[in-house]
């Protein structure tokens, strides 16, 4: 590995003076401006004090099975000794982890990072080029993997480092009966299991049952160790592994921490947890975040099932949900979503895109709660700005830095940008990633030396230091010599009430160079392609109306439900759902 010439340690006692930090000013009551990153020596230290102090109480829920915080410290206890001591795995070695949310995943990623093993989370729906890619390029030694994508590994583990694969099933937690007739069903009835080969796979559960027979041995874990190798990038070229260390983690914990305890309740907080833990969002902020005030959380498998998502949720009166704009509005959009309790409900936190002024507003008088956006990247955890939790309304920002993070809007020089500007959105903080797996070019195109990341999104801020992403760079659209963001026109048209989901994206234009492109799912059939060009000369600027608007049934999303405008704009469409396309 080739490592990056800078410590964030040294770099944090050259913040910004607090005149150059306006959101100070705006903090909530009793939010700290800085967090102590040395508090915990590590994510380890953090999980094991949490399962010490919260020992009996619940830590998660899937399909019905519950485990302990006491549970979760003695089968992450017993997986770290397999892999230690019966997979011979040394400090430092990766760990490759293909799970979605079930009961699986945190007692493995806790027995991972307590064996001293770095955590590379993998993509359950990873084709095989993309999940070869990722083994090769990670140099993982073993993975972890529930059977029914099991197929996948088979074909691109041979010829690769990872010598050692643990297989596990839907049920295989969930107790007797109930896990083989999960199982059964499974595999036999719903055949969700494709056939596959793997020559010396160890079940999950066996890997438990073998840790049993030794001593977890004892790892020092520093705060300088990777804990975790996040990839991302895969949208806009090869995936790059971000090497987020253990101390990176724990200040993005305790910054998130100290943004929401005031709204918090230590051993009471019950959080619906419908993104992927793999994710960065949910891994921080579902699981780390509320694992240190005792938190509840309820693991939704498969959140795509909408009606079935509404069911679980019914009956619990959950304090917390985090989600995408994709995710609330399927939920609004779900029969029987307004006849759940949200009586409990403090906290709504959206990320990972824009939240949807259209959405935001119903989300609020449908359950009450404010619909709070926040912002950040894989490279920093990933939280960079947080909107203040007694905020009134939706107000179109992604909200304040959080403690221990400066920021910035500079050119496309580096040269910081008047207030009010709008220009590169740059974050520096302890938070922020050492850099890239084994690319320090693509380290060296984003990451300065004195610690500033360049997010690739352009900002604002306002004088009261309220951050506001006008889009990717990537994403502009340049009609005519005009800037034209795709967030804003998609912001307008999701106001109309035939409108589910929609993306806006550049096509060449003989005329402007380029014109926007609408692609629209409707919730109203009859809507046409006219009267959303009327609704949108209504509320736009003439250069930002859309030339082309197409009706599909569905729009790509990532993994967590982000639209993906760049396949829009590179994949030949579809053809249209119904009439209407210009």
Request: aromatic residues 6%; contains cysteine.
């Amino acid at each position: 590995m080739r490592g990056i010439a800078r410590e964030h340690s040294s770099i944090m006692g050259e913040s910004m003076a607090n005149d150059e930090r306006p959101w100070l000013s705006s903090y909530p009551k009793g939010v700290p401006s800085e967090i102590d990153p040395g508090q915990y020596r590590s994510v380890v230290a953090l999980l094991e004090e949490s399962c010490d102090r919260f020992r009996h109480r619940p830590a998660f829920t899937n399909m019905g099975k519950t485990i302990s915080y006491g549970d979760l410290d003695r089968l992450s206890a017993h997986f770290a000794a397999f892999l230690r001591n019966d997979l011979k795995l040394a400090k430092g070695d990766r760990v490759a982890l293909m799970i979605p949310n079930l009961l699986q995943y945190p007692i493995a990623i806790m027995g991972v990072l307590r064996a001293g093993l770095t955590v590379v989370n993998t993509n359950p729906l990873y084709t095989a080029r993309e999940l070869r890619h990722q083994i090769e390029d990670s140099g993982a030694k073993a993975i972890v993997v529930l059977e029914n994508f099991a197929k996948t590994v088979a074909e691109v583990v041979p010829g690769t480092q990872c010598q050692h694969v643990v297989t596990t099933a839907i049920g295989d937690l969930l107790g007797f009966p109930k896990s083989l007739i999960t199982n059964l069903v499974v595999r036999h009835v719903k055949k969700m299991v494709p056939a596959y080969s793997i020559p010396h796979e160890i079940r999950f559960n066996d890997a438990l049952k073998r840790g049993v027979r030794s001593t977890m041995p004892k790892t020092e874990v520093g705060p300088d160790d990777l804990a975790f190798l996040q990839y991302t990038g895969g949208t806009t070229g090869v995936a790059k592994g971000a090497m987020l260390t253990h101390r990176n983690m724990v200040s993005n914990m305790l910054q998130a921490h100290a943004w929401i305890s005031p709204n918090m309740r230590e051993g009471e907080e019950v959080v619906i947890t419908a993104l992927p833990l793999y994710h960065i969002f949910a891994l921080t902020a579902n699981f780390l975040v509320f694992a240190r005030v005792g938190g509840y959380n309820h693991l939704i498998t498969n959140p795509r099932d909408m009606p079935a998502f509404v069911a679980a949720i019914r009956s619990i009166r959950f304090t917390a949900l985090t989600g995408v704009n994709t995710l609330f509005a399927g939920l609004l959009n779900t029969p029987g979503f307004d006849q759940v309790d949200f009586s409990q409900l403090r906290l709504t936190l959206g990320g990972g895109m824009a939240v949807q002024r259209a959405v935001a507003d119903r989300w609020k008088k449908v359950t009450g709660c404010t619909l709070a956006e926040a912002y950040g990247l894989t490279e920093t955890c990933p939280a960079v700005c947080i909107n203040p939790l007694d905020i009134p309304e939706y107000n179109g920002s992604i909200g304040l830095p959080i403690p221990s993070t400066d920021v910035a809007i500079r050119d496309d020089d580096g040269k910081d940008l008047p207030m009010g500007d709008s220009g590169e959105l740059c974050v520096r903080g302890p938070q922020v990633m050492k850099g890239y797996w084994q690319r320090q070019e693509e380290t060296d195109k984003v990451l300065s030396k004195d610690g500033w990341l360049r997010t690739g999104d352009i900002a604002r801020i306002d004088e009261k230091g309220f951050v506001y992403i006008v889009d990717r760079k990537k994403d502009m659209i340049l009609v005519s010599g005009f800037n034209v963001y795709p967030n804003e026109v998609e912001d307008v048209v999701a106001q109309m009430p035939g409108v589910l989901e929609v993306a806006a994206v550049g096509i060449p234009d003989e005329k402007s160079g380029e014109a926007v492109k609408l692609v629209v799912v409707r919730k109203d059939p009859a809507l046409t392609a006219e009267a959303i060009r009327e609704y949108c000369k209504a509320n736009l600027t003439g250069y930002k109306v859309p030339k082309a608007v197409e009706f599909r049934e569905s729009l790509p999303k990532t993994n967590v439900g982000k639209i993906l405008r760049r396949e829009l704009r590179d994949e030949p469409a579809p053809a249209p759902s119904g009439t209407g396309t210009h």
